[in-house]
């Protein structure tokens, strides 16, 4: 809530001293600096755990430290996909929980405290006798930006729901649930809790559009960086295809994956431990005797190889297959919507035909009235003319 005044006090500073031309440029600017601090702020945590968690702490014998002192956080064993699709049920079901707990329970807490103030100014039966204006009056006035909080809500929520759908599924099953819920909320909170509000006429939604479209860009890229970074889909898949028990061979099936865990985990001395990293046991508890290696998970070269821990030639094709992924899933994406577009345009054909034809009837009707007004102006002036010569013998 903080952040959020600090985030509007900000925007405003901002939007004020860019001096917009008109009101309409005002409300564009001011609304895109607001989507974009709240955007950073709460999809921060999502962006950190799908590309960088894990990503830059070394390995066993050179891990990389914060002011060489700390560790940097890693995934779970199984993987950050797991973390990510936490982070993201916590936000779609938690979260927009509170949303409409606070939505409507703010404006009932303040009414029932400016009932309670009449009652105590007025008496029960001075405030049961108002008239309806007045009781309407004493209702929570609608904020002074009309419905942009409404509109900034749903566009995050679309936001949430498509560019990090690929990690969690059930994303656009809870927005629908808790968009079902939430329209019969705000229709009882504009009905019985805030005041009218001033009808004022759109021409349409404004740069709420534009934002949609960014957040569309946006979520086939990040999905296409989340199944190929993120998850284990291409390391899976070079596997099949070239490491694998099928390898050469051009199929892919369960059988193929025999090997897959030993395969992408590499080896290391453990005497190469850094003297602040090392074990506080040498595993003798568990197999009878010290343990000399252990694995961990990454593609690397093992201990005793002329390069040692340098990055093996699996490492760089799965590297070259998510690169691959990457470019070829965005267009192919991409290529899909512009099609779509075209074979299903926002506008029918014959409407804009019609359309079409009803500005050039209005504009012939504008020029034919202007025609007949200069015609008719013309034919007084030579009148008058002519009647101002014959007073003059």
Known sequence: SYLLQLYEKVALLLTNLEQPRTESEWENSFTLKMFLFQ???????????????????????????????????????SGCLIDLCMQMGIIMVLKQTWNNFMELGYPLIQNWWTRRKLRQEHGSQRKASFPQWEKDYNLQPMNAYGLFDEYLEMILQFGFTTIFVAAFPLAPLLALLNNIIEIRLDAYKFVTQWRRPLASRAKDIGIWYGILEGIGILSVITNAFVVAVTSDFIPRLVYAYKYGPCAGQGEAGQKCMVGY????????????????????????EFSGSPLKYCRYRDYRDPPHSPVPYGYTLQFWHVLAARLAFIIVFEHLVFCIKHLISYLIPDLPKDLRDRMRREKYLIQEMMYEAELERLQKERKERKKNGKSHHNEWP
């Open 39 to 77: 955007f950073v702020n709460l999809n921060s945590s999502t962006f950190y755990i799908a590309f960088f968690l894990g990503r830059f702490t070394g390995h066993p014998g050179a891990y990389l430290r914060l002011i060489n002192r700390w560790r940097l956080e890693e995934c779970h064993p």
């Open 261 to 284: 865990v030993n395969a992408s985990l590499s080896v290391f001395l453990v005497s190469d431990f850094e003297n602040r990293s090392e074990p506080t046991s040498n595993g003798s």
